[in-house]
């Protein structure tokens, strides 16, 4: 039976292995860090950030979205384009309130050249009518007040 020699390693196994040690390593590291932090959380004396609130109470409370309904508004225009022609329909917001966002939509064959806000309260689209026929078409913001 013939022993084999033992060949040194090239430096790409060596390099290999200690970047195995180091990634071990790095997740050991990480598990001692974060076993502080789980404990202060376990151990933190939340009733003292809720003011004396129970969780029922504080369930009861509006949350953001739906307090944030009652500041929005949709406003739509309604308008015809002829056949092959163009035309720029535009939408605002009533006083005081500021547009958002906006959309548009078509019985026909529409296209959008182009859409931009003037200004806080409105916006602007450019229609092109490719169809034979005359097309309606809607536009609407959304408004924030």
């Known amino acids: 039976m013939q022993i084999k020699k033992l060949h040194k390693p090239s430096p790409a196994f060596v390099i290999a292995l200690l970047a195995l040690f180091v ?6 590291g990480a598990v001692t860090s974060v076993v502080p932090l789980a404990t202060r959380a ?6 003292k950030k809720l003011n004396g609130q129970t969780a029922a109470g ?7 979205a739906s307090s944030a309904a009652g500041l929005l508004a949709q406003k ?10 163009m035309k720029h329909v535009v939408a605002s917001c009533d006083g005081g309130k500021k547009v958002v966002a906006a ?32 097309s309606n078409v809607s536009v609407y913001v959304v408004c924030l007040a």
């Open 42 to 47: 376990l151990n933190a004396d939340n009733a």
């Open 76 to 85: 739509s225009v309604s308008d015809s384009v002829g056949a092959k022609s």
């Open 58 to 64: 504080i369930a009861q409370q509006p949350g953001p």
């Open 103 to 134: 959309g548009w939509s078509a019985d026909g064959e529409v296209l959008d050249l182009g859409n931009h806000p003037t200004g806080d309260s409105s916006w602007d689209y450019e229609f092109l009518n490719i169809g034979d026929g005359g």
């Open 23 to 28: 990634a071990l390593a790095g997740t050991a």
